[in-house]
C-alpha cells in the first residue's frame, strides 16, 4: 500500500504493510537494496540509501512532539532489516527513550537482509524492541523463485525466516497467487510448494496476495509477450485452496484480507481449517461470489 504524507520526511511514493496504517511511519532508508523482484514496482525509482542523521534526528523530534498517540512505529523503506547494527542501536534506543508509549517496532525484511546479520545480533536487536518481521516469501517453488529474481532459494528463505523466530520475533510472512501463470501444472507446483514452505517456517501470520500487473514491473514484458499467462479469478481461488490445504500453522494466521484479492478468507489455524476450507469450496461452485475485477486494487 502506498501513501504521500506531510509531517515526517518521506521521500518518493512509500509502501507500508495495511496493519502499520496507524503507524509512525519512520523512513530510515530510500528504496529496496535487492530490488530485483521482478513482479515488484515499488522502488523502481528508487536509489537504496540509509538517509541522513540530519533527517533521523528531525524526524524523531517530530514524533516526540507530534506522535503521541500512536503505538506502533514501522521502519521504510523496501528492507530496511539490512541496515547496519550500528544505525539500529541509535534508531531502536532513541524510540526507547524518546517515544517510550511505542509498544511495537516493525520492519520490512529480506533473506539476505537476515542472512548478514548473526544470531547475536539479531537477539540484539529483538532486546532492543524490534518486534516484528514482515518477510517476503512470495513462492516456495524454486522455479517460481528464479523466475522472480527473489534472490533466495526455497532452503535459503525457510533458514533465516527461522533464524527470525528463534531471535524471538513476531513473523509475517507474504506469499503471492498467479506468480507461476495459469498452466495448471505449475500453478499447483506453486500451490503446494508454498504450502510446504510455509509449514516449514510456521510464522504467525500469513498474507496470501494475488498478483496484480504494473506496466512498468519487469514481469509484464513476459506477460506482454505471452510467455506468462497470468490466471483469471478462478484460478487464483483453486490456487488459494491448494496451497491453505497445503500449510499447516501450529498458532498462526492465514489471510487473503488484501484488497487484490478475488476471495477473502481469515483462518486460525489449526482450528479453522474446516470452516475455510468449505468457503473457498463454496467460491469454486459459485455459491459465494468473488470479488469484481474493478473492486480490486493495491
Ligand atoms: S525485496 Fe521486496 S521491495 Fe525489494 S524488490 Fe523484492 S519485493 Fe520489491
Redesign the pocket.
Known sequence: MFFESEGLDHQGYC?RPPSEAYSILFQATLG??????T??N??KYKRFAIKDMGIWEKDMAFAEKYCKRQKRLFVM???ALIMPMRKWEWLLGNIRQRLPWVERVAV?G?AKGVALKSDEELARLRGMGLSLIYY?I?SGHPDVLKDIR??ADPEKLVEQARRLKKAGFALSVTVILGLAGREKEKSYGHAVETGRVLSAVDPDYVGALSLMLAEDAPIYERVRSGELVLPEGVDFVQELGLMFAHTQLSNGWFMANHASNYLTIKAHLPEDREPTMRRIAAALNGRIALRDEWMRAL
Do not use: I, L, T, V
Not at 32 to 37: A, D, L, Q
Open positions: 509502501f529496496c537494496s535487492h530490488n530485483k523482484c513482479f515488484c515499488a522502488f523503506d523496501g528492507d520490512y529480506n517476503g512470495e527473489k534472490g
